[in-house]
């Protein structure tokens, strides 16, 4: 029997978010007996609430394609809507809204604290009776999805480009810091990921030789501001400079934090940043170098640069929104796609599907046995993990007129059917 | 008479630096009837004082054609010495080395500050009747150095590349705004260029038909934070979202400032920053929409990321290094290499020369018939100027085993024939 489709999106964006959803688009429509109009939610369940949905075709094949090189969520956006159990009004709203524009495929992208909400909304379509088929698509750049054993999933698609984001990042700085170190010994980068170290170990990946004067502290590192200096202090007597990569999460005291949406912190919000702390704190210190201390903070850049995504990751993360898809049709509801890997030195994924339950709220940190004994690095056992995630090339960035071409989604919303609604967080 | 030349660095990098340094070297090798050996300054002018020199005959071809797309400045390195009129032993250190080494060419890269020392050097080889020939290599991402006029430089070196930097940049920031604004509504981005707005003003070339809700505040716009975030909160109940691009140079209050080796204030080691002063005053002072603020502080990674160098940029970089060459052995000491454009509407640069004591120490800040009138963007007249130095390619920078390949010099200094000396600055 032949139902509509609605996909949306979750969290915070990733390079190749897009990718995943071109590869729900091009399988839900190689399944034309099955599903009907796709739809996709303007900002995620927050559209779905409001009754806010894009109708797929109405956007061009040009555009459609054009996703695979577009970074970060502007296509059809996503959100950091909190969806708790006792939001009982949201939910029977979302299946209203399902259940009114004949949606019997819902797919969903999104990290460990979005895959919560596929989970309990085809929960309460099977509860209903109604015939809802819900598949999760994983996307996090920070990794921090699944278990620790990476049974669940070997990787988030995202965190491939994020990787590829902080190596070919370091590369540069060390050509910068190598130039400029008589003057600006010391350069501190800070990266995302929250508690959970993948996105700054990936700086690694820059230098597995271990041949730039390159300090990671990783938020499970151990190390305090005092003895981040002293580490930094004796990388200057030793090189002349020093390239500190610093997690957000990294234990520096008070940053005024701010809280998202979901009640984590934002740290690209809070009053101040670990990297300004250890700026300062190593400037007023001191430096056994000339010379001083320069702070960087990318930011929302290391999720959202397109030239710097992994062409290995835009393909996974493609095929793994096409495989959602799949599993929807063939298996039914209450799964996730996940991508996991053959043992073995070659590099050789292979995609799954694992119950949302299992994935649902799940949080891995970087295995301990990662982090090197003194707490400054992470071991040849991660660049083995990392490295084939980064690929081997350029993404093809179309440019036009001496910009990049990105996929730009025609937002119209299709003809509304239910009264309007408030979202109890909006209220 | 065949003499040695020195090449040597100053002040920040940029992403094409290295290309004006194969210019030099490529013309150097051109002119064998004139020119002996090549020799770098390892860590510019402080590498001459202690008579650290490379010899670039002791470098590959391989290492020196991969220079063209090695950003910043690790090959022969840089630094901000600075040579007051009062360090009489140290310019005397200069002349001693340059005739120890029977150097009769000098080519300085440098941006304003760095043009003070090749004058000053080239007017005392004179009064001591040595054969030297001084010629300035003009480099600077700040577009700081000359004339508001232009009849000085055009653009100088390495401005196009910052300008490529923040024009890509700032639509993928559109994309990550655009999807996360329900959550995210504020973008802040800090751009270099101190008190002269020619970078902050190139986050324009990424919408010129002005679509995205951008709001740029380059120093000299006029504003404070108090109407920063008026014209913020007005953005934001037009659009629900802003993109807010601010000069480091911009009036926030005090920062804690820190300076550097020429005096001036280097954002990169204060002890907050202007993103941090506006990201928390907007958060503080309440966003018309839901959601907070977040900062963005690219620092060095806006003069060092070579993928998003400018081609123009790197061609031009090339040539005006070689032209600094045929200026020194064609014309004789005391000129600056420059590059300035024919009136109309089609972008068509030149090269010319003009004397170093017309530049040395010369700034422009960005015209302020440039700057819009509510002070929140800039003119179709910048539009016009910037857009053809970000041309309209992708630099085709190697990728090696996943990694970029950059070039990699012999750090092998010659042998010394002075007596060590300790520069005034180091005692």
Redesign the interface.
């Known amino acids: 029997m032949k139902k509509n489709a609605i996909v949306a ?1 979750s969290g ?2 990733s390079p190749v978010i897009n990718s995943s959803l071109q590869g729900i688009i091009d399988a839900c429509n190689s399944w034309p007996e099955h599903i009907g109009h796709i739809y996709a939610g303007w ?1 995620g369940i ?1 559209g779905i609430l409001l009754e806010e949905l894009i109708d797929i075709a109405h956007q061009s094949p040009k555009e459609i394609s054009l996703l695979r090189y ?12 909190k969806l708790k159990d006792d939001q009982v009004e949201d939910y029977q709203r979302i299946i209203e809204v399902m259940r009114a524009h004949d949606v019997g495929y819902f797919f969903y992208i999104g990290g460990n604290d979005s895959m919560d909400t596929p989970d309990k909304v085809s929960k309460l379509a099977r509860e209903e009776g109604i015939e809802l088929i819900v598949t999760g698509v994983p996307k996090t750049i920070d990794n921090d999805l699944g278990d620790e054993g990476f049974t669940i999933i070997d990787h988030t698609p995202g965190y491939g480009s994020a990787a590829r984001y902080w ?3 370091i ?14 010994p010391v ?1 501190v980068l800070q990266a995302m990921g929250r508690k959970s170290g993948f996105i700054p170990a990936a700086a690694r ?2 230098d597995p030789e271990r041949e730039m004067p390159l300090q990671i502290y990783v938020a499970e590192s151990g190390h305090t501001l005092e003895t981040l200096a002293e580490n930094v202090n004796r990388q200057l007597q030793r090189s002349g400079r020093c390239i500190v990569v610093v997690s957000e999460g990294f234990d520096a005291g008070s940053l005024g934090e ?1 809280r ?2 979901f009640g984590h912190i ?1 740290y ?2 809070s ?3 670990v ?2 702390v250890v ?2 704190y190593l ?1 007023h210190a001191g430096l056994k170098a ?12 290391q ?6 995504a992994s062409k290995v990751d835009i393909a996974e993360a493609y095929e793994i929104g096409k495989k959602a898809v799949e599993i929807g049709v063939k298996e039914g509801t209450g799964w996730m796609a996940t991508i996991l890997r053959k043992p073995g030195s070659t590099y050789v994924p292979f995609l799954e599907k694992v119950p949302l339950p299992v994935v649902a709220n799940s949080a891995r940190h970087i295995p301990l046995s990662w982090i090197t004994k003194d707490g400054l690095d992470v071991t040849d056992d991660f660049v083995h993990y990392a ?1 084939p995630l ?5 993404p093809e ?1 179309a ?1 036009e ?4 071409r ?1 996929s730009r989604f025609n937002v119209r919303f299709i003809e509304k059917k239910l009264p309007p609604y408030l979202p109890i967080r ?1 209220r």
């Open positions: 999106q915070g964006p900002h927050e577009t970074p970060a969520a502007g296509a059809i956006g996503t959100c950091r809507y190596a070919y990042l590369q540069n700085i060390d050509e910068e810091n190598r130039g400029m170190c008589v003057s600006e350069a990946l820059a701010a998202d949406g934002e690209g919000a009053q101040t940043t990297a300004q700026t300062n400037n000339r010379g001083q201390t320069t702070g960087q903070l990318p930011g929302v850049i999720r959202s640069t397109s030239i710097l490295k980064i690929g081997n090339d350029w960035i440019i007129d001496g910009l990049q990105f909006f």
